[in-house]
C-alpha cells in the first residue's frame, strides 16, 4: 500500500503530470484556454466581467502570479497599458516579456477597427492601434482560438496532441454556434441603437446593428448634460430601439436617456462572468443575442 501512494505521488510530481501555468488578463481568454488547454493548463483569471479591464491594479498577489506563470494571455492593442507593462516589470517573468514565446496578445490575430487617424488627451482614451474590445465578435475569437492552440503546442510541447484534438472539437462546436448565433439574430439586422461607449464595434459589424448615436463624446470621459440633450435631439430625427452598455460600466448616462426618451436599456455582459447566464463563451454569445432580441421587441 505504501508502495502504491508513493508511485502515485511520484507521478503526479512529475513533468508529464505538470500543468502549463496560464495567467489570462481578461475572463474570455481565461475561458478560452480552458476550452483549449482541458486538463493541461492550470488557468487565472487577472480579472472579472464586473471589472473595466482599462483601469486594474498590479497589486501583490497579482505580481505574485504572474512570477510564476509560463504563458500570458492578454488583449493587447493597449487595453491593458495601464498595468500590464508594470506587473511584467514587477513580476520580473522571461517568460511573459514583450517578444518571449510566453507572451500572446489576441489582438495581434485579428484585424483592428476604428484606427484613429491622430492621437492626444483631449480626444479621451483613446486607443492608437484601434479599438481592443475583439471578444464582442465569435468571428475573432475563432481567429484568436486557432493562434492559441498553436502557442500552447509551442509552450508545452509535450502535450502537443492533447491541444491539437482539443482545438479540433472547439472548431466544430464554435463553427456550429456561429452558424446557430447568426441564424437567431438575423432579426437584428439594421436595427438602430445607442451605445453608451464605443465598446460594440465588432458585435454591431458582426449582427449588422445599426449604430445612430454613442452617449460618451469622448471615450471614458462621462458626458455632460448638453452632450446628452444632443443625442435627444438626434434621436428625434433618428430613432433607435434601445440604448446598451456593458454590466461592468456605471449606467448614469444612460439612465439619464432613459428618463428623458422612454428607449429601452440593454445591460450586456460584454465578457464571461458579466452575468449569471455568461459562465463561458458559448453561453456569452447565447446570452447576449437573447439580450439584444428582447430588446429589440
Not at 57 to 71: C, V
Not at 79 to 93: C, I, T
Not at 141 to 146: H, P, S, Y
Amino acid at each position: 500500500m505504501k508502495k502504491l501512494i508513493f508511485t502515485v505521488l511520484f507521478l503526479l510530481s512529475s513533468p508529464a503530470w505538470a500543468q502549463l501555468s496560464v495567467f489570462a488578463c481578461e475572463p474570455e481568454w481565461a475561458s478560452l484556454t480552458e476550452e483549449l488547454g482541458g486538463d493541461d493548463v492550470s488557468v487565472f483569471s487577472a480579472t472579472s466581467g464586473l471589472q473595466d479591464p482599462h483601469y486594474i491594479q498590479a497589486r501583490p498577489s497579482l505580481i505574485a502570479k504572474a512570477r510564476q506563470t509560463d504563458l500570458l494571455v492578454c488583449t493587447g492593442a493597449e487595453l491593458e497599458v495601464g498595468w500590464l507593462p508594470l506587473l511584467q516589470r514587477k513580476a520580473g517573468n522571461p517568460n511573459i516579456q514583450i517578444g518571449a514565446e510566453g507572451y500572446f496578445m489576441a489582438a495581434d490575430y485579428v484585424r483592428l477597427l476604428e484606427k484613429p487617424v491622430t492621437v492626444d488627451r483631449s480626444q479621451g482614451h483613446v486607443h492608437a492601434a484601434g479599438n481592443p474590445h475583439i471578444q464582442t465578435s465569435p468571428v475573432n475569437i475563432f481567429k484568436v482560438a486557432q493562434a492559441l492552440t498553436e502557442r500552447l503546442k509551442q509552450r508545452d510541447p509535450e502535450h502537443a496532441s492533447n491541444y491539437e484534438k482539443r482545438w479540433q472539437d472547439f472548431q466544430q462546436r464554435w463553427q456550429t454556434a456561429m452558424k446557430q448565433w447568426q441564424e437567431k439574430a438575423a432579426p437584428l439586422k439594421g436595427v438602430p441603437i445607442v451605445v453608451q461607449h464605443k465598446n460594440w464595434i465588432y458585435l454591431t459589424k458582426w449582427l449588422g446593428l445599426n449604430e445612430v448615436a454613442v452617449l460618451e463624446a469622448k471615450p471614458a470621459v462621462p458626458p455632460t448634460v448638453k452632450q446628452l440633450q444632443s443625442v435627444v435631439e438626434k434621436l428625434k430625427q433618428t430613432p433607435a430601439k434601445m440604448v446598451i452598455l456593458a454590466a461592468y460600466q456605471s449606467p448614469r448616462a444612460t439612465d439619464w436617456l432613459v428618463d428623458k426618451t422612454g428607449i429601452k436599456k440593454v445591460v450586456l455582459p460584454f465578457t464571461v462572468g458579466g452575468d449569471k447566464n455568461s459562465n463561458n463563451l458559448f453561453e456569452l454569445y447565447d446570452d447576449t443575442i437573447n439580450l439584444l432580441l428582447d430588446g429589440a421587441k
